[in-house]
């Protein structure tokens, strides 16, 4: 799904070093489940930012099959990237991005409306196997972060997408609750033929990976 050639982040140009993805010809492809060994200030969540369209601060080119065609990613428009955000391509950022003044369930139908992707009974069937369907009429800044980590999962599954994005999703989730969520997102990438790409320090989780990078 994704071309890098010769990808560098301009605030961290002065420290690369060995690297699988910056500086070099790599490609990410959208049925592969990749996890992406990240050490701490090695750009993960810049790298991630990036392929979602968030970051333009780089050198080198990367290149997105989609939307029936092949795109540079500095080429594309607000409304492509709305079209692929929606359909194509789901994230979960690290920090979330919850409307925190909001319900955990208001929070996600705001991306279940976009497509109608999952039915109100399939995202209470998600609620329940991550333990949060007592929380889905509380607001999410009256929530712990574990709490909401697992709204922010359901959230990103409920939409289409071809490749999915996972920046340090478990980071305050015990061990059992980690295995839950693995559990639910292997399921719903299955479903949709879809591949990810999990960055983490060095955790690798309970997921099973077709592919290891270091970044």
């Known amino acids: 799904m994704f071309s890098l050639n010769n990808l560098v982040p301009i605030p961290l140009s002065d420290q ?4 699988e993805i910056w500086g070099t010809t790599f490609a990410f492809d959208a049925s592969i489940r990749y996890f992406i060994e990240a050490p701490s200030g090695k750009g993960k ?3 991630q930012h990036i392929l979602y369209g968030l970051r333009k601060d780089y050198t080198g080119e990367v290149r997105i099959d989609a939307l029936g065609g092949t795109f540079q990613l500095k080429e594309l428009t607000l409304e492509q990237w ?3 955000r929606q359909r194509e391509l789901s994230v979960i950022f690290q920090d979330l991005r919850l409307f925190l003044d909001q319900t ?3 929070n996600i139908q705001l991306k279940n409306q976009l497509t109608n ?5 399939t995202i209470l069937e998600m609620a329940t196997q991550l333990g949060v369907e007592n929380l889905l009429g509380k607001k999410c800044g009256e929530m712990s972060y574990g709490q909401r980590q697992r709204i922010a999962i359901i959230r990103a599954l409920c939409q289409p997408f071809r490749f999915l994005i996972m920046d340090e ?4 989730l015990d061990k059992n609750n980690i295995e839950k969520c693995c559990a639910l997102i292997s399921q719903e990438c299955k479903k949709q033929a879809a591949g990810y790409a999990i960055a983490s320090l060095e955790e690798r989780y309970f ?4 592919k ?3 970044i």
């Open 16 to 19: 690369i070093g060995s690297s």
């Open 45 to 47: 969540t810049t790298f």
């Open 82 to 84: 709305s079209d692929i």
């Open 104 to 106: 955990a369930l208001e």
């Open 117 to 121: 992707h999952q039915t109100e009974a």
């Open 169 to 172: 999703p478990f980071s305050h």
């Open 207 to 210: 997921f099973d990976y077709d």
């Open 212 to 214: 290891e990078v270091k």
